[in-house]
């Protein structure tokens, strides 16, 4: 029986330090966003919609990493690189969706309502991309990118890569381009993003569900031999 636990916490620790590596191991350098970045410019690249993941909505502001997303999203979107917005996040740690908040935000900042598009069933950071480039495909948008975080970008460049049949490009932001509206603050109602009857994934799932989660465990792929998705 002692044996028995001491690998399951042998295990245990493992995959946290797994998850751990996998969500902070590697992160696109200042030096390589601004190249990017500077790429498409150069190349003239503009995209029928970016994705957006979702962060948790708490204490009834936005956090430092929800206001980086968001406020890149608008900044993409002012310089006609995006035509469209994919906030991608449900409720899921806190009883807020996380799309809507940050649809709110994009809203109050100037983002046409009409350009606003939400997924609320992604839970994790594979999901957001899955569930984003299905709604994309529902709009007849042929052309997608992912605008977040240099850290979230480089973590699934990967699999953006691997599995959809049209590139989702990583677009991750840039600090210096940040830095010219991060005096904005606009203040919303979170009414209309509240879920009602909330319970937390980690009140509804265990750690390695959750993890297995993480890793894209639970996609309803179309082609669910191969686990992708078709060009758009």
């Not at 980086?68 to 917005?85: C, D, E, F, P």
């Not at 409720?91 to 350009?115: F, T």
């Not at 005096?183 to 979170?190: A, K, N, Q, S, T």
């Not at 209309?192 to 993480?214: D, L």
């Amino acid at each position: 029986m002692m044996l028995n636990r001491n690998r399951n916490s042998s295990f245990i620790m493992l995959a946290c330090l797994t998850l751990l590596l996998y969500h902070t191991g590697c992160a696109f350098s200042k030096k390589q966003t601004r190249r990017m970045f500077a790429t498409i410019k150069q190349e003239q690249q503009t995209f029928d919609a970016i994705i957006v993941p979702g962060v948790p909505f708490r204490n009834g502001h936005w956090d430092s990493i929800m206001k980086g997303r968001v406020l890149w999203s608008y900044l993409l979107y002012k310089h006609g690189i995006a035509r469209n917005i994919i906030y991608s996040g449900g409720a899921v740690y806190s009883p807020y969706y996380e799309a809507v908040i940050m649809g709110l935000y994009g809203q109050q900042l100037g983002i046409p309502q009409e350009h606003i598009f939400y997924d609320t069933l992604a839970e994790h950071s594979t999901e957001n991309i899955f569930y984003s480039y299905e709604l994309a495909r529902s709009q007849g948008f042929k052309s997608i990118a992912l605008a977040t975080d240099p850290f979230q970008a480089k973590m699934t460049r990967k699999f953006a890569r691997k599995k959809f049949g049209t590139p989702v490009v990583p677009i991750p932001f840039v600090e210096d381009s940040l830095k010219t509206c991060n005096h904005l603050e606009p203040v919303i109602d979170p009414a209309p993003a509240y879920k009602e009857g909330f319970q937390s994934i980690t009140e509804r799932e265990g750690f390695f569900k959750r993890f297995r989660g993480t890793l894209g465990a639970y996609i309803p792929w179309p082609d669910k031999e191969q686990k992708k998705a078709p060009k758009l």
